[in-house]
Nanobody, 127 residues
Framework: QVQLVESGGGLVQAGDSLRLSCAASGRTFSSFRMAWFRQAPGKEREFVSAITWNGGTTDYAASVKGRFAISRDNAKNALYLQMNSLKPEDTAIYYC????????????????????WGQGTQVTVSS
């Protein structure tokens, strides 16, 4: 099973940029479609972005499209999320996850289809 650890979160001002990283351990990292989810206090965990095993297909939530960019480096077992033009509404704990169930939807955006999760990294955007 793939182990995931996020880093790069912090406190920033609205309009700033931040780059999150997710380090993976496990020999099959490159086989998984990877995603970022986020969860604000008192809210459900929501989909942010995802990327296929070879980086060929990316998906973004409407709220972040045009501002965030997901990427991966399989040689480094790493996943990234470049966040630009940050807004206070982006404040949340950000989690990276590996999709482990594909039969429902190979391009899933639901948490149940992701079997491996990191511990999360806090992103706080002040106004």
């Amino acid at each position: 099973q793939v182990q995931l650890v996020e880093s790069g979160g912090g406190l920033v001002q609205a309009g700033d940029s931040l780059r999150l990283s997710c380090a993976a351990s496990g020999r099959t990292f490159s086989s998984f479609r990877m995603a970022w989810f986020r969860q604000a206090p008192g809210k459900e965990r929501e989909f942010v972005s995802a990327i296929t095993w070879n980086g060929g297909t990316t998906d973004y939530a409407a709220s972040v499209k045009g501002r965030f960019a997901i990427s991966r480096d399989n040689a480094k077992n790493a996943l990234y999320l470049q966040m630009n033009s940050l807004k206070p509404e982006d404040t949340a704990i950000y989690y990276c996850a590996a999709q482990t169930r594909y039969y429902t939807n190979p391009y899933s955006k639901v948490t149940a289809d992701f079997g491996s999760w990191g511990q999360g990294t806090q992103v706080t955007v002040s106004s």
